[in-house]
């Protein structure tokens, strides 16, 4: 891993006239076109998907199928096969990260609440109905997250700009690619609200974790069970094929995996 100090703050821009926004899944959701369409019926579609995605999937909402799950009604056997797709995921990075990722750890009663892999895999899905339709290029960002496909321009890679925690609406670290997801994990916005589960103490030896890579549903677990472990999470990315990591100390520190590097803008 490498270690640097966070340069000087760069503010991201990016032209909004073929951006469409909307609240879903308790954060807002955004949608950028570079060849327009942010009214077509494809973006209907996606965003569609992602209202559909609050109405099944809420753990706020008492009749959604996780609620239901979650309050016994449902058995794990009996849930739906998009239920069943998200929970196989939070169980193989459970398995993966040695249980620093786990999705009954906050719940008191034992229960399993996937909410932590459903964001970034419903953004994983809404861009298979983009690209389905025939939509080549798109950035979707949830909450923070994100997913890029195809380069803002031909020839032209998007940059994703992550979050800097000393700096309100600045970046700390610029990442580029085609083909990319990106999510964060960390204090920045939801304060401490990560638990370590093996010590049932909220995590805190680092500010943010971020994670790039093919996949934004396992890149948004990787971020989470990463920040758990804290430095130790970032060497435990760099051995996931794929996957890169950078985190943001306490005392303003970057620190990248290895191959980080080749994303950086």
Same mark, same amino acid.
């Given at each position: 891993?490498?270690?640097?100090?966070?340069?000087?703050?760069?503010?991201?821009?990016?032209?909004?006239?073929?951006?469409?926004?909307?609240?879903?899944?308790?954060?807002?959701?955004?949608?950028?076109?570079?060849?327009?369409?942010?009214?077509?019926?494809?973006?209907?579609?996606?965003?569609?998907?992602? @209202?559909?995605? =609050?109405? /099944?999937?809420? %753990?706020?909402?008492?009749?959604?199928?996780? *609620?239901?799950?979650?309050? #016994?009604? &449902?058995?794990?056997?009996?849930?739906?096969?998009?239920?069943?797709?998200?929970?196989?995921?939070?169980?193989?990075?459970?398995?993966?990260?040695?249980?620093?990722?786990?999705?009954?750890? @906050?719940?008191? =009663?034992? /229960?399993?609440? %996937?909410?932590?892999?459903?964001?970034?895999? *419903?953004?994983?899905?809404? #861009?298979? &109905?983009?690209?389905?339709?025939?939509?080549?290029?798109?950035?979707?960002?949830?909450?923070?997250?994100?997913?890029?496909?195809?380069?803002?321009?031909w020839g032209v890679?998007?940059?994703?700009?992550?979050?800097?925690?000393?700096?309100?609406?600045?970046?700390?670290?610029?990442?580029?690619?085609?083909?990319?997801a990106v999510a964060?994990?960390?204090?920045?916005?939801?304060?401490?609200?990560?638990?370590?589960?093996?010590?049932?103490?909220?995590?805190?030896?680092?500010?943010?974790?971020?994670?790039?890579?093919?996949?934004?549903?396992?890149?948004?677990?990787?971020?989470?069970?990463?920040?758990?472990?804290?430095?130790?999470?970032?060497?435990?990315?760099?051995?996931?094929?794929?996957?890169?990591?950078?985190?943001?100390?306490?005392?303003?520190?970057?620190?990248?995996?290895?191959?980080?590097?080749?994303?950086?803008?």
């Amino acid at each position: 891993m490498v270690a640097e100090r966070i340069e000087e703050p760069r503010i991201a821009t990016r032209d909004a006239d073929h951006r469409r926004v909307e609240r879903a899944m308790g954060t807002m959701v955004s949608l950028y076109l570079p060849e327009g369409g942010a009214d077509s019926e494809a973006a209907d579609a996606a965003f569609a998907w992602f @209202h559909e995605v =609050d109405e /099944r999937f809420s %753990p706020f909402a008492p009749e959604s199928e996780v *609620s239901r799950v979650i309050s #016994g009604e &449902i058995p794990l056997a009996r849930v739906s096969a998009d239920l069943r797709e998200v929970f196989e995921i939070a169980d193989a990075v459970e398995t993966l990260s040695g249980g620093a990722f786990d999705i009954r750890a @906050h719940r008191s =009663d034992g /229960r399993p609440d %996937p909410t932590g892999v459903v964001k970034g895999w *419903s953004v994983d899905r809404a #861009g298979a &109905i983009l690209a389905d339709a025939g939509v080549e290029r798109f950035f979707i960002s949830a909450g923070g997250d994100v997913l890029v496909r195809g380069g803002q321009e031909w020839g032209v890679p998007w940059k994703v700009g992550i979050a800097h925690p000393f700096a309100p609406d600045a970046v700390a670290l610029v990442l580029q690619g085609n083909d990319l997801a990106v999510a964060t994990s960390g204090t920045t916005e939801r304060g401490h609200h990560i638990t370590d589960p093996h010590s049932g103490r909220p995590a805190d030896e680092l500010l943010t974790v971020t994670v790039a890579g093919p996949d934004l549903a396992r890149a948004d677990a990787y971020a989470t069970a990463a920040f758990a472990m804290g430095t130790e999470g970032l060497r435990w990315v760099d051995a996931l094929p794929g996957y890169y990591a950078a985190g943001i100390t306490h005392d303003a520190r970057l620190v990248t995996t290895r191959g980080l590097d080749r994303l950086r803008a």
